[in-house]
């Protein structure tokens, strides 16, 4: 069966802010303090702090459903809303997660094509995002699917400096 978006609304709240939380823990958990750890997620995937970046009109969430499941999510920003690079011609793709238990089944490329798509219909030049320096697997992904590295930025998780690096894609947009 193919997968599906649901943009996020006000509605999905709860179901983002839970989404949010359980991807990210799966992934980046076991290779963080666990203080610095507790201190990011409790801020980044309140619902507070979730209603208020869904509330940016540049800010788009969408569930990603496999079979009427949610297996993940993605943001994506354009405009002011991105983080580093703010120009009107780029798309930022903040977030992509898939639920552990859906990864290994092309979700991830499916997702991707679908952010490509919608940067193209919006008449963006380039995708981009920040990757952890320490993801190897994401960092060659992201390699495979065009991304160059292009540039570095910190991020924290609490108190924790990590390094990020940016990498985008040139898309073939002829307007």
Known sequence: MKPMLQKCSETSLGLL???SRKTFVDAFKDSNDPHDF???INTAFDPKQLQKELADPYTAFYLVYLRNT????FKTNVETAQTDVKRSDSM????IYVLQAYQGQGLGQWILEQVTAQALAKSKMFLWL???EKNPGAIRFYRQNGFVK???HPY???NDKQTDWLM???LNNPG
Request: aromatic share 20%; no cysteine; charged share 25%.
């Open 38 to 40: 507790e201190t990011y």
């Open 168 to 170: 985008r894609r040139i």
């Open 92 to 95: 930022e793709l903040e977030r």
């Open 156 to 158: 924290y998780i609490g």
């Open 17 to 19: 802010a839970e989404l």
């Open 130 to 132: 920040g990757v952890w």
């Open 150 to 152: 292009f540039g570095t």
């Open 70 to 73: 949610v297996v993940g999510y």
